[in-house]
């Protein structure tokens, strides 16, 4: 059901029956290490190319999530997945191997939730009866596609981030056991001239200010609804400035429960800058750490609002600014 | 160049509300840095050519081609062992600038686009980086040169 102009609610109650996360081993070096599902220890996961590599870990992520939700491969009626590389190769090709019917998205880093809540609306609508949805990033294959090569020696600036090298995904299904989901808010795309690759930050603060906002005046409800409300990539740049667009906005959002997946991944002493980021980044957050924190019982309702920046190689080096877009997904238990 | 492009105001006052919330890069530590890791690395230089110079016989203006063949492949080694981006990311210019730099450019990218194959891949991308420099460096050596054959020419020097 549509409520105000772009949010969905899903009166129906799709269930995320399971979910599962792969990283690789800066991941597993990282603060969330024990919500992983599977770790590899060499980013070339035994492959001849990084873009090889990434389309296992997306593989990897939507076996186990199917394994783990008991559902048969054959019962799964559409995969929903987007990736940061060229025509989304690595979600194309893993549809191939999976041979479930699919659909492609692009959201650049936003594709996660993009995904997730097409699946909702896909699952709310009895358009599905079980979907998987994912995403993935490499962080090789995206430096090697959007910058410059791995090992060329350029000095980072401290506004920079660090792709993660992992993938998440979930089951969705109309019936069963585990949280649900039961709003989602696409966002509109937001460009406020940011040109600066290295400062990704920067440039998707306002897409995730807005999305956050229309959502809780679409849903007529105050920020501390939710236990958790959980950017996708901002790292440690957006998330300040975003923090301060709310404070002039006028807008209360309580310090204690506004976080941002790529600052919860890894640990401080890690060499990754303001952050982490990447497809893979809220995918494996929300899909691996936040999800199981709510099977626990530490969280009862959380908001995901992945961001991503939708730039591309050639746009940036026709000196274009950087467009960016946030997804908000309301998950309860 | 490209045009500046123009900005709302909306687009102008998020850019100023962005930059006051940036860590800045840290210019003078950075060129201190580059400093003392440029300067070892021209000292490596020095005492490679005294070495070429005192031990093979070669006189100071020969002694150049085996001093830089050396950096470069220590350059070279380096990058693929995959150490070259960490001293870099300390050393910024200081690791950039040399010949070592350059050197890294190249292998760097010939490791990258080492999965598309030897032609298309490490032949077609190998100048990725250092393409423009050698363009642009014969480029400028010919302004120069055509700059000293006209001044010869009309007398000049």
Known sequence: ???????????????????????????????????????????????????????????????????????????????ISGDLLNQIISSSFTARDLGIPYLGVFGACSSAMEGLAIAANLINSKSAIHTVSGASSHNAAAEKQFRYPTEYGSQKPPTAQWTVTGAGAAVLGQQGKGPKVTSATMGKVIDMGISDPFNMGAAMAPAAVDTI?????????????????????????????????????GFKMPDSIFTDCGLLIFKKEQPVMAGGSGCGCSATVTFGHLLNRMRKGELKKILVIATGALLSPLSYQQKESIPCIAHAVSIEI | MAKKKQFTKEQQKYQEFAKQREPKRKVFKNCIRAFISGGIICTIGQALQFFYINSFGFTEKTAGDPTVATLILASVLLTGFGVYDHIAQWAGAGTAVPVTGFANTMASASIEHRSEGYVLGVGGNMFKLAGSVIAFGVFSAFVVALLKITFKAIGGM
């Open chain 1, 1 to 79: 059901m549509l409520k105000g102009k772009q949010t969905w609610i899903f009166e129906n109650k799709p269930v995320i029956i399971a979910s599962a996360a792969v990283g690789g081993p800066f991941e597993a070096a990282g603060k969330l290490a024990q919500d992983f599902d599977i770790l590899h220890d060499d980013i070339w996961l035994g492959q001849d190319s990084f873009e090889k590599a990434e389309k296992i870990l997306l593989k990897e992520a939507a076996e186990k999530a199917i394994e783990k939700s008991g559902v048969k491969k054959e019962d799964i009626n559409f995969f």
């Open chain 1, 213 to 249: 906002e229309t959502h809780f005046k679409n849903m007529n409800l105050d920020p501390t609804y939710y236990d958790l409300i959980a950017t996708g990539d901002l790292g440690q740049v957006g998330h300040t400035i975003a923090k301060d667009m709310f404070k002039e906005h």
